[in-house]
């Protein structure tokens, strides 16, 4: 079985910001939210706001989106031509995709790519959270508590802040952009790279 996280891994973008300008469109009173979700990039570009922080903050307007499942199946049926083509190339039916993004919009995409899904559960009503956000070491409990044991033979992520994935695949591969490079194997990290600054530099630098 091989894993995936989904924004800016096997997704051109990210499905919130990406779902929430979708909405906005068609619902132009959700244009007040725009400010919020300026202030939300801001205040975690300087990390003032932890990722479980900011996610929560992004989710907000859900609670103002009416028949949410329905614009989220309307949202993909325009933005599964996002999914990255090295991704499809490699596609198996017992992929599974690991993400802190809410269950209820990253499952549409994944039923229609045949995969199976693991979100963070988010209410698509309320826009309350349900349980934890599937980020970080909470991928590997809520991956244990679906699969046991069963063994991850690769996880992919842009993401270092999915470095317990990593170290419980066989092989961990860093994603940027359409490039993949291995970075862990065996539970053990192969590049000196202590961030994605140097992770992206090593990537330039071995594609020049």
């Known amino acids: 079985m091989n894993g995936y996280d989904f924004d800016d891994t096997i997704l051109k973008g990210n499905s919130m910001v990406r779902f929430s300008m979708f909405c906005s469109v068609r619902l132009p009173y959700l244009i007040l939210f725009i400010p919020v979700l300026i202030v939300a990039f801001m205040l975690r570009a300087v990390r003032i706001l932890n990722k479980n922080r900011y996610l929560h903050m992004i989710s907000w307007f859900v609670a103002l989106v ?3 499942e329905r614009f989220a199946a309307r949202f993909w049926d325009k933005n599964m031509k996002h999914i990255k083509a090295w991704y499809l190339a490699q596609r198996r039916d017992d992929d599974v995709v690991i993400s802190a993004s809410p269950q209820f919009l990253v499952e549409e995409a ?29 991928k590997v409990e809520s991956y244990r508590e679906i699969f046991g044991e069963e063994p991850l033979a690769t996880y992919y992520s842009d993401s270092l802040s999915d470095t317990p994935m990593f170290e419980l695949a066989e092989k961990g591969y860093f994603v940027s952009g359409d490039d993949v490079i291995l970075l862990y194997a065996n539970g053990q990290k192969l590049l000196p790279c202590k961030n994605k600054r140097q992770l992206r530099k090593y990537i330039r630098a071995q594609n020049n």
């Open 110 to 138: 994944c039923r229609r790519l045949g995969i199976r899904c693991v979100g963070s559960p988010l209410s698509p009503r309320s826009a309350r959270l349900l349980g934890e956000h599937v980020y970080a070491e909470q």
């Open 66 to 68: 009416p028949r949410t």
